[in-house]
T-cell receptor
């Protein structure tokens, strides 16, 4: 079956530094990848997505990189702020399907 | 545009009881998916509804069921509750669901505690 795993369960960064959160996936048929942010007591919030025909996509302070050769996904957050403290999940899905497979999550803590 | 809403937000039940959770998708969204989130298993897909039909189902026992109404609102039901059913139940909606970049937007979840 599919599996999506995160390399690091926790990550602490200083405010203002850049953060990098990594994710490995195993399903070669996955063609769409999403990063979600979940704060305590809330549902996952969409951050950024990328299709398999791309290797990089940028948003506001966030960049997602996709390396299909090694089945690796990363989320880069520039100038990390205290409000970025949350659990970050990567998720994947196959073309034509709508069920997301989630990674285990990484807890990002920003130190003021 | 209002986001995905879920009711109730918190629920306490005892073993053997049944429970019904409700989800209202974003206006115009026709696909509704349900997920279970626990510390041990993480986020797991339960099922997806589109046009009042279950389109996809995860690996959960038959005690977990759902339905979707003509206005795209959805309910999920868990019968004969077990302690292990304690979890955050999340609903997500998307426009159609099968398009390559059709993003799923999540509600705040219903926290179910089974005693």
């Amino acid at each position: 079956g599919e599996s999506v795993g995160l390399h690091l369960p926790t990550l602490s960064v200083q405010e203002g530094d850049n953060s990098i959160i990594n994710c490995a996936y195993s399903n070669s048929a996955s063609d769409y990848f999403i990063w979600y942010k979940q704060e305590s007591g809330k549902g996952p919030q969409f951050i950024i997505d990328i299709r398999s025909n791309m290797d990089k996509r940028q948003g506001q302070r966030v960049t997602v990189l996709l390396n299909k050769t090694v089945k690796h996904l990363s989320l880069q957050i520039a100038a990390t702020q205290p409000g970025d403290s949350a659990v970050y999940f990567c998720a994947e899905k196959e073309a034509g399907a709508n069920n997301l497979f989630f990674g285990t999550g990484t807890r990002l803590t920003v130190i003021p | 545009k209002a986001g995905v809403t879920q009711t109730p937000r918190y629920l306490i039940k005892t073993r053997g009881q049944q429970v019904t959770l409700s989800c209202s998708p974003i206006s115009g969204h026709r696909s509704v998916s349900w997920y279970q989130q626990t510390p041990g298993q993480g986020l797991q897909f339960l099922f997806e509804y589109f046009s009042e039909t279950q389109r996809n189902k995860g690996n959960f026992p038959g005690r977990f069921s759902g339905r979707q109404f003509s206005n795209s609102r959805s309910e999920m039901n868990v019968s004969t509750l077990e302690l292990g059913d304690s979890a955050l139940y999340l609903c997500a909606s998307s426009l159609i669901g099968t398009s390559g970049t059709d993003t799923q937007y999540f509600g705040p979840g219903t926290r179910l505690t089974v005693l």
